[in-house]
Protein backbone atom coordinates (compact mmCIF):
# COMPACT_ATOMS: atom_id res chain seq x y z
CA UNK A 1 0.00 0.00 0.00
CA UNK A 2 1.33 3.07 -0.90
CA UNK A 3 1.65 6.31 1.77
CA UNK A 4 0.89 9.97 0.59
CA UNK A 5 3.36 12.22 2.24
CA UNK A 6 7.05 11.20 3.07
CA UNK A 7 9.27 8.00 1.90
CA UNK A 8 10.53 7.83 5.22
CA UNK A 9 7.02 6.18 6.81
CA UNK A 10 6.11 3.34 4.39
CA UNK A 11 5.06 -0.13 4.59
CA UNK A 12 7.88 -3.13 4.31
CA UNK A 13 5.41 -5.96 3.73
CA UNK A 14 2.90 -5.95 6.54
CA UNK A 15 4.15 -3.64 8.75
CA UNK A 16 4.43 -0.10 8.89
CA UNK A 17 7.82 1.51 9.35
CA UNK A 18 9.00 4.87 10.05
CA UNK A 19 12.55 4.60 8.50
CA UNK A 20 14.01 1.08 9.80
CA UNK A 21 11.64 0.90 13.06
CA UNK A 22 9.05 -0.52 13.08
CA UNK A 23 5.69 1.66 14.18
CA UNK A 24 3.98 -0.85 16.33
CA UNK A 25 7.48 -1.72 18.18
CA UNK A 26 7.86 2.10 19.20
CA UNK A 27 4.05 1.64 20.53
CA UNK A 28 5.01 -0.97 22.42
CA UNK A 29 8.39 0.22 23.64
CA UNK A 30 7.22 3.60 24.46
CA UNK A 31 3.21 3.12 24.64
CA UNK A 32 0.60 5.44 23.30
CA UNK A 33 -0.52 7.30 22.45
CA UNK A 34 2.75 8.58 20.90
CA UNK A 35 4.17 10.98 18.25
CA UNK A 36 7.32 9.49 16.77
CA UNK A 37 9.13 11.40 14.74
CA UNK A 38 11.65 10.53 11.28
CA UNK A 39 14.98 12.62 11.91
CA UNK A 40 16.07 12.24 7.91
CA UNK A 41 12.56 13.51 6.87
CA UNK A 42 13.24 16.46 8.73
CA UNK A 43 16.97 16.86 7.08
CA UNK A 44 15.74 15.80 3.33
CA UNK A 45 12.80 18.21 3.99
CA UNK A 46 15.27 21.08 5.02
CA UNK A 47 17.76 20.14 2.37
CA UNK A 48 15.41 21.14 -0.44
CA UNK A 49 15.06 23.77 0.57
CA UNK A 50 18.95 24.77 1.34
CA UNK A 51 19.38 23.60 -2.12
CA UNK A 52 17.12 25.45 -4.32
CA UNK A 53 19.31 28.48 -2.20
CA UNK A 54 22.10 27.49 -2.90
CA UNK A 55 24.59 30.65 -3.99
CA UNK A 56 22.16 32.75 -2.46
CA UNK A 57 22.19 35.26 0.08
CA UNK A 58 19.99 33.33 2.36
CA UNK A 59 18.75 32.63 6.30
CA UNK A 60 15.78 29.38 6.50
CA UNK A 61 14.03 30.42 10.25
CA UNK A 62 12.36 27.10 11.02
CA UNK A 63 8.41 28.33 12.57
CA UNK A 64 9.11 26.64 16.11
CA UNK A 65 5.27 26.44 16.35
CA UNK A 66 4.85 23.81 14.13
CA UNK A 67 6.76 21.43 16.30
CA UNK A 68 8.55 23.46 19.05
CA UNK A 69 10.08 19.29 20.77
CA UNK A 70 13.91 20.83 21.32
CA UNK A 71 15.13 17.69 19.82
CA UNK A 72 13.55 19.01 16.44
CA UNK A 73 15.00 22.85 17.26
CA UNK A 74 18.21 20.89 17.97
CA UNK A 75 18.13 18.82 14.63
CA UNK A 76 17.68 22.22 12.57
CA UNK A 77 20.18 24.08 14.65
CA UNK A 78 22.77 21.51 13.74
CA UNK A 79 21.85 21.85 9.94
CA UNK A 80 22.21 25.77 10.08
CA UNK A 81 18.73 27.01 10.10
CA UNK A 82 17.49 29.91 11.80
CA UNK A 83 14.32 30.05 13.81
CA UNK A 84 11.10 32.37 13.50
CA UNK A 85 9.58 32.64 17.05
CA UNK A 86 6.08 34.38 18.76
CA UNK A 87 6.86 34.02 21.87
CA UNK A 88 9.45 34.25 24.82
CA UNK A 89 8.53 30.49 25.59
CA UNK A 90 10.23 29.91 22.15
CA UNK A 91 12.59 32.11 22.49
CA UNK A 92 13.83 29.87 25.66
CA UNK A 93 13.15 26.76 23.44
CA UNK A 94 14.96 27.85 20.83
CA UNK A 95 18.07 29.29 23.06
CA UNK A 96 17.86 25.22 25.10
CA UNK A 97 18.13 23.57 21.85
CA UNK A 98 21.39 25.78 21.04
CA UNK A 99 20.06 28.06 18.78
CA UNK A 100 22.35 31.30 18.13
CA UNK A 101 19.90 34.61 18.54
CA UNK A 102 21.50 36.37 15.67
CA UNK A 103 19.64 33.67 13.65
CA UNK A 104 16.20 33.77 15.13
CA UNK A 105 13.49 36.57 14.09
CA UNK A 106 10.42 37.40 16.45
CA UNK A 107 7.28 37.07 14.67
CA UNK A 108 3.45 38.14 16.30
CA UNK A 109 1.20 40.62 16.57
CA UNK A 110 0.98 40.57 20.09
CA UNK A 111 4.64 41.00 21.78
CA UNK A 112 4.74 42.06 25.50
CA UNK A 113 7.21 44.63 26.34
CA UNK A 114 8.59 41.88 28.45
CA UNK A 115 9.04 39.78 26.01
CA UNK A 116 10.34 42.39 23.86
CA UNK A 117 13.19 42.79 26.39
CA UNK A 118 14.09 39.32 26.17
CA UNK A 119 14.53 39.45 22.71
CA UNK A 120 16.42 42.50 23.06
CA UNK A 121 18.64 41.26 25.85
CA UNK A 122 19.68 38.29 23.99
CA UNK A 123 19.85 40.07 20.51
CA UNK A 124 17.38 38.59 18.29
CA UNK A 125 18.41 39.28 14.61
CA UNK A 126 15.28 40.74 14.10
CA UNK A 127 11.56 41.82 15.11
CA UNK A 128 8.51 41.15 12.75
CA UNK A 129 6.26 43.97 13.16
CA UNK A 130 2.82 43.93 13.14
CA UNK A 131 1.22 47.58 14.05
CA UNK A 132 2.43 50.87 14.30
CA UNK A 133 1.42 50.49 18.13
CA UNK A 134 4.17 47.63 18.11
CA UNK A 135 6.59 49.47 16.50
CA UNK A 136 6.21 52.33 19.20
CA UNK A 137 6.20 50.38 21.86
CA UNK A 138 9.36 48.76 20.78
CA UNK A 139 10.86 51.78 20.26
CA UNK A 140 10.01 52.58 23.35
CA UNK A 141 11.28 49.45 25.59
CA UNK A 142 15.14 49.47 23.51
CA UNK A 143 15.48 53.08 24.59
CA UNK A 144 14.85 52.45 28.35
CA UNK A 145 16.96 49.45 27.83
CA UNK A 146 19.89 51.57 25.99
CA UNK A 147 19.46 48.67 23.20
CA UNK A 148 18.74 48.60 19.30
CA UNK A 149 16.04 46.51 17.67
CA UNK A 150 16.35 45.73 14.51
CA UNK A 151 13.30 45.11 12.53
CA UNK A 152 11.35 44.38 9.50
CA UNK A 153 7.60 45.36 9.03
CA UNK A 154 5.09 42.62 7.90
CA UNK A 155 3.06 43.77 5.34
CA UNK A 156 -0.04 42.53 4.57
CA UNK A 157 -0.02 42.35 0.75
CA UNK A 158 -3.45 41.42 0.95
CA UNK A 159 -3.59 38.26 -1.35
CA UNK A 160 -5.67 35.31 -1.33
CA UNK A 161 -3.64 32.17 -0.54
CA UNK A 162 -6.78 30.02 -1.21
CA UNK A 163 -6.55 28.25 2.16
CA UNK A 164 -8.81 27.55 5.09
CA UNK A 165 -10.00 30.66 6.66
CA UNK A 166 -8.20 29.92 9.78
CA UNK A 167 -5.18 29.55 8.30
CA UNK A 168 -5.26 31.98 5.85
CA UNK A 169 -3.14 35.56 7.10
CA UNK A 170 -2.50 37.76 4.20
CA UNK A 171 -5.86 39.33 3.36
CA UNK A 172 -7.26 42.47 4.63
CA UNK A 173 -9.59 41.03 6.68
CA UNK A 174 -6.71 39.20 8.91
CA UNK A 175 -5.82 40.25 11.97
CA UNK A 176 -2.01 40.36 10.70
CA UNK A 177 0.05 42.49 9.39
CA UNK A 178 0.68 46.39 8.70
CA UNK A 179 -1.92 47.63 5.49
CA UNK A 180 -0.20 47.62 1.88
CA UNK A 181 -1.19 51.25 1.82
CA UNK A 182 0.58 51.94 5.08
CA UNK A 183 3.66 50.58 4.52
CA UNK A 184 5.43 53.58 2.95
CA UNK A 185 4.92 55.57 5.94
CA UNK A 186 5.20 53.20 8.67
CA UNK A 187 8.56 53.01 7.32
CA UNK A 188 9.20 56.44 7.67
CA UNK A 189 8.45 56.46 10.95
CA UNK A 190 10.58 53.60 11.85
CA UNK A 191 13.05 55.20 10.36
CA UNK A 192 12.73 58.41 13.06
CA UNK A 193 12.12 56.46 15.90
CA UNK A 194 15.17 55.79 18.58
CA UNK A 195 16.28 52.86 19.37
CA UNK A 196 14.49 51.73 16.25
CA UNK A 197 16.88 50.07 13.39
CA UNK A 198 15.61 49.20 9.83
CA UNK A 199 16.70 45.82 8.30
CA UNK A 200 14.02 43.98 6.06
CA UNK A 201 10.46 43.56 4.96
CA UNK A 202 8.53 40.29 5.31
CA UNK A 203 5.29 39.19 5.16
CA UNK A 204 3.03 35.56 5.51
CA UNK A 205 -0.08 35.00 3.54
CA UNK A 206 -1.12 31.39 5.05
CA UNK A 207 0.04 28.20 5.95
CA UNK A 208 -0.96 24.65 3.58
CA UNK A 209 -0.94 26.43 0.40
CA UNK A 210 -0.70 24.22 -2.41
CA UNK A 211 -0.43 26.79 -5.21
CA UNK A 212 2.63 29.25 -6.78
CA UNK A 213 1.05 31.65 -7.51
CA UNK A 214 -0.14 33.26 -4.33
CA UNK A 215 3.32 34.00 -3.42
CA UNK A 216 4.04 35.38 -6.60
CA UNK A 217 1.36 37.64 -6.35
CA UNK A 218 2.56 38.66 -2.52
CA UNK A 219 6.22 38.88 -4.07
CA UNK A 220 5.50 41.28 -6.64
CA UNK A 221 3.53 42.96 -4.48
CA UNK A 222 6.17 43.37 -1.98
CA UNK A 223 9.05 43.84 -4.22
CA UNK A 224 6.76 47.42 -5.84
CA UNK A 225 6.62 48.45 -1.98
CA UNK A 226 10.47 47.58 -2.11
CA UNK A 227 10.51 49.96 -4.55
CA UNK A 228 8.80 52.57 -3.06
CA UNK A 229 10.29 52.32 0.58
CA UNK A 230 14.07 52.37 -1.14
CA UNK A 231 13.35 55.64 -2.69
CA UNK A 232 12.73 57.27 0.00
CA UNK A 233 15.95 56.61 1.14
CA UNK A 234 15.14 53.28 3.58
CA UNK A 235 17.53 50.41 2.90
CA UNK A 236 15.81 46.96 3.27
CA UNK A 237 18.80 44.43 3.27
CA UNK A 238 16.64 41.13 3.42
CA UNK A 239 13.10 40.14 2.10
CA UNK A 240 11.26 37.74 4.43
CA UNK A 241 8.74 35.90 2.23
CA UNK A 242 7.41 33.72 5.47
CA UNK A 243 6.28 30.42 5.39
CA UNK A 244 2.55 28.04 4.34
CA UNK A 245 4.23 25.73 1.86
CA UNK A 246 1.61 22.87 1.79
CA UNK A 247 2.32 19.20 2.00
CA UNK A 248 0.24 16.11 0.61
CA UNK A 249 -2.53 15.08 3.69
CA UNK A 250 -4.35 12.73 1.37
CA UNK A 251 -4.06 14.20 -2.74
CA UNK A 252 -3.27 17.56 -2.77
CA UNK A 253 0.09 18.30 -4.96
CA UNK A 254 1.63 20.99 -3.77
CA UNK A 255 4.44 22.67 -5.25
CA UNK A 256 7.99 21.19 -4.22
CA UNK A 257 10.07 23.75 -2.01
CA UNK A 258 12.62 23.54 -5.14
CA UNK A 259 9.71 24.50 -7.53
CA UNK A 260 8.22 27.21 -5.45
CA UNK A 261 11.87 28.67 -4.42
CA UNK A 262 12.77 28.59 -8.16
CA UNK A 263 9.21 30.01 -9.01
CA UNK A 264 10.30 32.97 -6.70
CA UNK A 265 13.88 33.17 -7.70
CA UNK A 266 12.89 33.85 -11.39
CA UNK A 267 10.65 36.54 -10.71
CA UNK A 268 13.04 38.52 -7.78
CA UNK A 269 15.72 38.23 -10.63
CA UNK A 270 13.68 39.23 -13.26
CA UNK A 271 12.93 42.11 -11.23
CA UNK A 272 16.51 43.33 -10.53
CA UNK A 273 16.71 42.27 -6.83
CA UNK A 274 18.58 39.31 -6.81
CA UNK A 275 21.30 40.58 -4.60
CA UNK A 276 19.20 40.87 -1.71
CA UNK A 277 19.07 38.42 1.52
CA UNK A 278 16.24 36.23 1.07
CA UNK A 279 14.30 34.37 3.91
CA UNK A 280 11.55 32.12 4.45
CA UNK A 281 10.11 30.63 7.76
CA UNK A 282 8.51 27.11 6.42
CA UNK A 283 6.92 25.29 9.54
CA UNK A 284 4.31 22.70 8.27
CA UNK A 285 6.84 21.42 5.13
CA UNK A 286 9.58 20.63 6.92
CA UNK A 287 8.06 18.50 9.66
CA UNK A 288 4.28 17.82 8.85
CA UNK A 289 5.10 14.95 6.96
CA UNK A 290 7.67 13.67 8.80
CA UNK A 291 5.72 12.37 11.99
CA UNK A 292 3.15 10.07 12.91
CA UNK A 293 0.64 10.12 15.75
CA UNK A 294 0.49 6.20 17.14
CA UNK A 295 -2.88 5.70 19.03
CA UNK A 296 -4.03 1.67 20.42
CA UNK A 297 -7.41 0.77 19.55
CA UNK A 298 -9.20 0.46 22.41
CA UNK A 299 -12.76 -0.49 21.81
CA UNK A 300 -15.18 -1.21 18.50
CA UNK A 301 -17.95 0.02 18.90
CA UNK A 302 -20.50 -1.37 15.94
CA UNK A 303 -24.30 0.16 15.12
CA UNK A 304 -27.04 -2.21 14.99
CA UNK A 305 -28.93 -0.09 12.28
CA UNK A 306 -27.72 -0.66 9.12
CA UNK A 307 -27.01 2.92 7.78
CA UNK A 308 -26.18 3.74 11.91
CA UNK A 309 -22.23 4.93 12.68
CA UNK A 310 -19.44 2.09 13.61
CA UNK A 311 -16.99 3.63 16.18
CA UNK A 312 -13.34 2.83 16.46
CA UNK A 313 -12.55 4.40 19.64
CA UNK A 314 -8.70 5.10 20.15
CA UNK A 315 -6.40 6.20 22.93
CA UNK A 316 -5.45 9.00 21.19
CA UNK A 317 -8.57 12.47 21.15
CA UNK A 318 -8.57 15.97 20.11
CA UNK A 319 -6.19 16.97 23.12
CA UNK A 320 -3.25 15.18 21.25
CA UNK A 321 -4.35 15.94 17.87
CA UNK A 322 -6.49 19.41 17.71
CA UNK A 323 -6.50 19.39 13.68
CA UNK A 324 -9.36 17.22 12.49
CA UNK A 325 -11.57 18.87 15.54
CA UNK A 326 -10.26 22.31 14.95
CA UNK A 327 -10.12 22.72 10.85
CA UNK A 328 -12.24 19.66 9.90
CA UNK A 329 -8.87 18.64 8.74
CA UNK A 330 -8.55 15.13 6.82
CA UNK A 331 -5.76 13.59 8.05
CA UNK A 332 -4.39 9.46 6.82
CA UNK A 333 -4.99 7.07 9.32
CA UNK A 334 -3.41 3.44 8.48
CA UNK A 335 -2.82 0.23 10.88
CA UNK A 336 0.33 -0.47 11.99
CA UNK A 337 0.27 -3.89 10.94
CA UNK A 338 -1.95 -4.93 7.99
CA UNK A 339 -4.79 -7.33 8.39
CA UNK A 340 -6.49 -9.72 6.75
CA UNK A 341 -10.09 -9.85 6.35
CA UNK A 342 -12.63 -7.22 4.87
CA UNK A 343 -12.56 -3.88 6.10
CA UNK A 344 -15.44 -2.09 7.76
CA UNK A 345 -16.01 1.96 7.88
CA UNK A 346 -15.61 3.46 11.08
CA UNK A 347 -15.37 7.20 12.67
CA UNK A 348 -12.25 6.85 14.91
CA UNK A 349 -12.62 8.93 17.78
CA UNK A 350 -11.04 9.50 21.14
CA UNK A 351 -12.37 9.25 24.81
CA UNK A 352 -12.55 13.08 25.33
CA UNK A 353 -16.14 13.71 26.20
CA UNK A 354 -17.01 16.09 23.11
CA UNK A 355 -18.73 15.16 19.91
CA UNK A 356 -15.82 17.23 18.26
CA UNK A 357 -13.14 14.93 19.38
CA UNK A 358 -13.03 12.79 16.25
CA UNK A 359 -9.36 11.97 14.12
CA UNK A 360 -11.09 10.51 10.92
CA UNK A 361 -14.43 10.12 9.68
CA UNK A 362 -15.23 7.25 7.35
CA UNK A 363 -12.01 5.52 6.77
CA UNK A 364 -12.35 1.96 5.87
CA UNK A 365 -10.19 -0.53 8.54
CA UNK A 366 -9.73 -4.28 9.30
CA UNK A 367 -9.09 -3.24 12.88
CA UNK A 368 -9.38 -5.49 15.83
CA UNK A 369 -9.52 -4.00 19.80
CA UNK A 370 -5.70 -3.78 20.85
CA UNK A 371 -4.29 -3.17 17.44
CA UNK A 372 -2.16 -0.37 17.11
CA UNK A 373 -2.66 2.79 14.23
CA UNK A 374 -1.08 5.81 13.08
CA UNK A 375 -2.23 9.02 11.95
CA UNK A 376 0.03 10.04 9.21
CA UNK A 377 1.31 13.69 8.64
CA UNK A 378 1.08 14.54 11.92
CA UNK A 379 4.54 15.84 12.95
CA UNK A 380 3.24 19.60 12.24
CA UNK A 381 1.32 21.37 14.56
CA UNK A 382 0.38 18.09 16.33
CA UNK A 383 1.77 17.55 19.63
CA UNK A 384 2.27 21.79 19.27
CA UNK A 385 -1.23 22.19 19.97
CA UNK A 386 -2.02 19.70 22.12
CA UNK A 387 -3.59 20.37 25.45
CA UNK A 388 -4.67 18.69 28.71
CA UNK A 389 -8.07 18.75 28.47
CA UNK A 390 -10.07 15.83 30.16
CA UNK A 391 -6.96 16.01 32.55
CA UNK A 392 -5.02 13.50 29.81
CA UNK A 393 -1.09 14.30 29.87
CA UNK A 394 0.21 14.89 26.96
CA UNK A 395 1.82 11.97 24.88
CA UNK A 396 5.43 11.16 24.80
CA UNK A 397 7.67 11.85 21.60
CA UNK A 398 10.43 9.57 19.92
CA UNK A 399 12.86 10.68 17.38
CA UNK A 400 13.65 7.80 14.86
CA UNK A 401 16.86 7.84 12.88
CA UNK A 402 17.66 5.03 10.50
CA UNK A 403 16.99 1.82 13.04
CA UNK A 404 17.45 3.60 16.93
CA UNK A 405 14.98 5.51 18.67
CA UNK A 406 15.36 8.24 21.26
CA UNK A 407 12.53 9.31 23.95
CA UNK A 408 12.37 13.46 23.52
CA UNK A 409 9.73 13.56 25.67
CA UNK A 410 8.49 11.95 28.60
CA UNK A 411 4.74 11.22 28.98
CA UNK A 412 3.11 13.40 31.59
CA UNK A 413 1.82 12.08 34.70
CA UNK A 414 -1.56 13.21 36.30
CA UNK A 415 0.64 14.83 39.26
CA UNK A 416 2.51 16.94 36.95
CA UNK A 417 -0.65 18.63 35.57
CA UNK A 418 -1.76 19.99 39.07
CA UNK A 419 1.83 20.94 40.32
CA UNK A 420 1.23 24.01 41.01
CA UNK A 421 -2.16 24.29 41.71
CA UNK A 422 -3.28 24.80 45.30
CA UNK A 423 -6.18 23.80 47.96
CA UNK A 424 -7.93 26.66 49.36
CA UNK A 425 -7.17 26.83 53.15
CA UNK A 426 -9.34 25.15 55.26
N1 LIG B 1 5.55 32.51 9.77
C1 LIG B 1 4.48 33.03 10.39
C2 LIG B 1 4.48 34.47 10.72
C3 LIG B 1 3.38 32.22 10.72
O1 LIG B 1 2.32 32.74 11.32
C4 LIG B 1 3.40 30.83 10.40
C5 LIG B 1 2.29 29.95 10.73
C6 LIG B 1 4.56 30.33 9.76
C7 LIG B 1 5.60 31.19 9.46
C8 LIG B 1 4.69 28.89 9.39
O2 LIG B 1 3.74 28.49 8.43
P1 LIG B 1 3.78 27.03 7.80
O3 LIG B 1 5.01 26.93 6.95
O4 LIG B 1 3.83 26.04 8.94
O5 LIG B 1 2.53 26.92 7.04
N2 LIG B 1 -2.39 25.24 13.17
C9 LIG B 1 -2.64 25.35 11.75
C10 LIG B 1 -1.56 26.15 11.06
C11 LIG B 1 -1.35 27.54 11.64
C12 LIG B 1 -0.22 28.31 11.00
C13 LIG B 1 0.10 29.53 11.78
N3 LIG B 1 1.20 30.34 11.27
C14 LIG B 1 -2.79 23.96 11.18
O6 LIG B 1 -2.69 22.97 11.93
O7 LIG B 1 -3.06 23.78 9.98
Not at 72 to 100: K, M, P, Y
Not at 291 to 319: Q, R, W
Request: with cysteine; net charge negative; charged share 20%.
Amino acid sequence: MKLPGSPHVAYRGDVLMLEDCPVADLAARFGTPLYAYSQGAMHSALAAYQRALEGRDHLICYAVKANSNLAVLQTFARAGCGFDIVSAGELARVLAAGASPSKVVFSGVGKTRAEMREALDVGVMCFNIESEAELEALSAVASETGRTARISLRVNPDVDAKTHPYISTGLKGNKFGIAHERAVAVYARAAALPGIEIVGIDCHIGSQITEIDPYLDALDRMLDLVEAIEATGVTLHHLDLGGGLGITYTDEQPPSAGELIGALLQRIDVRGHGHRKLMFEPGRSLVGNAGVLVTEVLYLKPSDDADGKHFCIVDAAMNDMARPAMYEAWMGIVPCRLRDGPPVTYDVVGPVCESGDWLGRDRALAVQAGDHLALLSAGAYGMSMASNYNTRGRAAEVMVSGGEAWLIRERETPAELFRGEHLLPT
